[in-house]
């Protein structure tokens, strides 16, 4: 593999509170590499800016100091080819299962025709035939989730971004788009991060997985997940799977025990805010 | 349905206190003679000439106040440059009772035709859809806009399909806001600066000591506000998109 998707460079990345105006570290020189085609998992203790990571690679962020290249070149906000899949689904409320699927659509300047038949097509692969014209609210938690999958779909990404995606789902439902989202990934060839505080979840679905130090993170260890392929429900009960997960909590625990020891300063859970006060001057 | 026992409750007890004297039949006559002035304005035209007349002028007060108030309410909430300059100036006209403009009104168009009228509900219609149109595109959430700028809408998407959708149970609640207040303001205008219309009705009526005739516009108008202001609200739910909202 010649050149990376993804290439991070010392980046440093800070917020300030508004109201104290403390300033706090959430990146602290980090430097990774995504190749084309990876499935990559970020874990790290919360506050160890995982989320703030990966809105720098979505481009809601800039760095401070250090460079982020996507493709070799400087990322200058967001962009379709590295879409997000949101924690909390990010749908349009006002707007059906297909007029959400239809808005990346749109935005590529498909005719209205062409965009009604790719919504169908794009909620038929997430199994959401004949709920084209439902609104969010009239949807459970999954298929909502499955409406923000089908729309990052539809952009045709290079990269799909996913911040915690199921945390606000039932463990049934999660590991069925567990499943979903590791068929898509090997069906697409595409690029997939994923952002998550659960273990199972990195090794289940991920081929590598980027292990964060607390704050202000760095990217601690990379490991190369190493299980039968294709991934099913057994993988979970594979030799190395527990052998893996007992080393990633082990690595983990040294953070978490870190930060615990240097949370004499500001406030651990502060960047959210932060990152909402940035984004409002930008309509 | 508990509405309408308390107006027959209401109107029988003012029947029977003006059926036993205990109300000077000239200053408070008794509903039997306001139904009797309602059924004669009504059948002579002049009631539905005049309610017509106040409409109108109405809606077109509202039409250009919607047409000013909603394009400078997405600017102001999107630019903060114009935010800069147009607010302080909005804060300080708001304060204006609408009736205060009725001077400037009659000297502008007259008192002669609909102008100075339509004027006043303009003026009275502008402010609460500015404000809500205002609001409501400054409080989008977040979320939609990231996940609009990360689909790749530019500039015109992020405000026709996110933010005006976004802020739209807002603005018709601004337009229902602005029909009370407008509605309001046309009869306090036609009372000054007017030949026509519900105010100028009760106006004329009040100086020929036609009590019932005064007492048959006022009910007219309350029954013409309750109507449209049920009829918005059925608007107002079917724009909003807030599953479950309730009516403030």
Same mark, same amino acid.
């Given at each position: 593999? @010649? ?29 990774? &590499?995504?190749? %084309? ?39 200058? =906000?967001?962009?379709? %080819? ?17 007029? /959400?699927? &239809? ?14 038949? =790719? ?12 709920? &084209? ?21 539809? #952009? ?44 199972? &979840? ?19 260890? *990379? ?41 004499? =300063? ?18 | ?25 000239? $200053? ?6 306001? $139904? ?7 059948? %002579? ?85 500015? !404000? ?33 959708? *976004?802020? !739209? ?8 806001? *602005? ?14 600066? @007017? ?11 009040? @100086?020929?000591?036609?009590?019932? /005739?005064?007492? #048959? ?32």
């Amino acid at each position: 593999m @010649s050149e990376p998707l993804f290439k991070a460079e010392a980046v440093h990345k800070s917020f300030r509170d508004p109201k104290s105006g403390a300033s706090l570290e959430a990146l602290g020189g980090l430097s990774l &590499e995504i190749q %084309e085609g990876e499935f990559v998992s970020v874990i790290g203790p919360s506050g160890s800016g995982k989320t703030t990571l990966l809105y720098l690679m979505a481009g809601f962020l800039k760095p401070d100091s250090g460079r982020l290249l996507y493709k070799g070149a400087e990322v200058d =906000g967001p962009s379709p %080819e590295r879409t997000v899949i949101f924690q909390d689904y990010g749908l349009f409320p006002w707007k059906t299962a297909a007029g /959400n699927v &239809e808005f990346p659509l749109k935005a590529r300047g498909l005719s209205p025709s062409a965009r009604r038949a =790719g919504a169908r097509k794009y909620l038929s692969m997430v199994h959401l035939d004949g709920f &084209e014209d439902k609104y969010p609210h009239q949807l459970s938690g999954g298929m909502k989730q499955r409406v923000g999958i089908a729309r990052a779909l539809a #952009c045709g990404p290079d990269a799909v971004l996913m911040d915690e995606p199921f945390a606000a789902l039932d463990n049934i439902t999660r590991e069925m788009l567990q499943e979903e989202i590791l068929r898509l990934w090997s069906g697409l060839g595409k690029t997939f991060v994923l952002i998550t505080h659960h273990l199972d &979840e990195a090794i289940f679905m991920s081929r590598r997985i980027i292990v964060m130090s607390a704050r202000p993170g760095v990217v601690k260890e *990379s490991i190369a997940v190493d299980l039968p392929e294709p991934r099913t429900a057994e993988v979970k009960t594979h030799p190395a799977f527990t052998a893996l997960k007992a080393r990633l909590m082990k690595s983990l625990r040294e953070e978490v025990e870190k930060s615990l020891a240097a949370s004499r =300063g500001p406030a651990l859970v502060l960047d959210m805010g932060v990152i909402k006060v940035a984004e409002k001057e930008a309509l | 349905m508990k509405g309408l026992v308390s107006i027959i409750l209401i109107t029988a007890s003012w029947q029977a206190a003006s059926m036993l004297g205990w109300l000077n039949p000239y $200053l408070m006559p008794p509903p039997s003679k306001v $139904l009797r002035a309602f059924i004669e304005t009504a059948d %002579e035209g002049v009631l539905f000439i005049y309610l017509a007349a106040s409409l109108k002028r109405v809606l077109t007060g509202l039409a250009i106040g919607f047409a000013a108030a909603v394009p400078l309410g997405v600017l102001a909430a999107s630019r903060a440059g114009v935010r800069a300059y147009l607010l302080p100036v909005i804060e300080l006209l708001r304060p204006v009772p609408p009736i205060a403009w009725i001077p400037l009104a009659i000297l502008w168009f007259g008192i002669k035709g609909d102008g100075a009228s339509a004027f006043i509900t303009f003026i009275a219609s502008f402010f609460p859809m500015f !404000l809500h149109t205002f609001s409501g595109v400054r409080h989008i959430e977040e979320i939609h806009l990231n996940a609009a700028r990360t689909l790749g809408a530019d500039r015109k998407m992020l405000l026709l399909d996110v933010a005006i959708p *976004s802020a !739209l149970p807002f603005i018709v609640t601004g337009l229902r806001i *602005s029909l009370g207040f407008a509605w309001m303001s046309v009869i306090a205008a036609e009372l000054i600066a @007017s030949s026509s219309g519900l105010g100028y009705m009760i106006e004329m009526n009040r @100086s020929m000591m036609n009590i019932p /005739n005064v007492i #048959c516009g006022m009910v007219t108008i309350g029954a013409v506000g309750y109507v449209m202001n049920e009829a918005i609200v059925r608007v107002e739910r079917r724009f909003s998109w807030k599953p479950g909202r309730q009516e403030p």
